[in-house]
């Protein structure tokens, strides 16, 4: 059984910095074609494409987002790290983590609000 | 990056009606698109890649067509569970990007 679960701090002030951690289950980081994504959604709005790291360490970011992120992998210990500078009151949301097989987003985390406020 | 335009943006419908909903993309994705399902309060859920596979375990009534500039989705005879938010997803090319939604309420 395949499992994401995200944590990480529900809050944070505006231009700290949000580290968020996906720890997953039921399938390794080493195999070839598959990959671990962030997907976040602001409260009643649409889905945005974060970061996302491959099994061979390809990573991609948004573009507009990119000067504040860094994705990393940990394969032995199943989990995925996300880090985003200077956060500001427009990210918050909810910060989902996938497994990516095949370049589609098959498995989700259930998710992690994040509000930012001072 | 390719933008993805939603229609209808919401659909009021009955159960047992015939759905459609429209993905225009700004720029070819081939057939390089996803359609999800998202639940208040849930993740979303894969119900179509490759723009017409169906995601396994995802009932026959949902379907996807089309490539290229325009990609559809069809819920063949709506049902109670089906009332939810529905996006669209390319990953032709990077940033992958989705659609605004199309919301299914009841009529």
């Known amino acids: 059984q395949i499992t994401l679960k995200e944590s990480g701090p529900t809050l944070v002030k505006p231009t700290q910095t949000l580290t968020l951690t996906c720890t997953f289950s039921g399938f390794s980081l080493t195999t070839n074609g598959l990959g671990v994504g962030w997907i976040r959604q602001p409260p009643e709005k649409a889905l945005e494409w974060v970061a996302l790291?491959?099994?061979?360490?390809?990573?991609r970011y948004s573009p507009s987002l990119r000067s504040r992120l860094t994705i990393t992998k940990d394969a032995s210990k199943n989990q995925v790290v996300l880090t985003m500078t200077n956060m500001g009151p427009v990210d918050t949301g909810t910060y989902h983590c996938?497994?990516?097989?095949?370049?589609?987003?098959?498995?989700w985390g259930q998710g992690t609000l994040v509000s930012v406020s001072s | 990056d390719i933008q993805l335009t939603q229609s209808p943006s919401t659909l009021s419908a009955a159960v047992g009606d015939r759905v459609t909903i429209t993905c225009r993309a700004s720029q070819s994705v081939g057939f390089w698109l996803a359609w999800f399902q998202q639940k208040p309060g849930k993740a979303p859920k894969l119900l179509i890649y490759k723009g017409s596979s169906l995601e396994s375990g995802v009932p026959s009534r949902f379907s996807g067509s089309g490539s290229g500039s325009e990609l559809i989705l069809t819920i063949s005879s709506l049902q109670p569970d089906d009332f939810a938010t529905y996006y669209c997803q390319q990953y032709n090319s990077f940033p992958w990007t989705f659609g605004q939604g199309t919301k299914v309420e009841m009529k």
């Open positions: 790291v491959y099994w061979d360490d390809d990573k």
């Open positions: 996938v497994l990516l097989f095949r370049g589609v987003a098959r498995h």
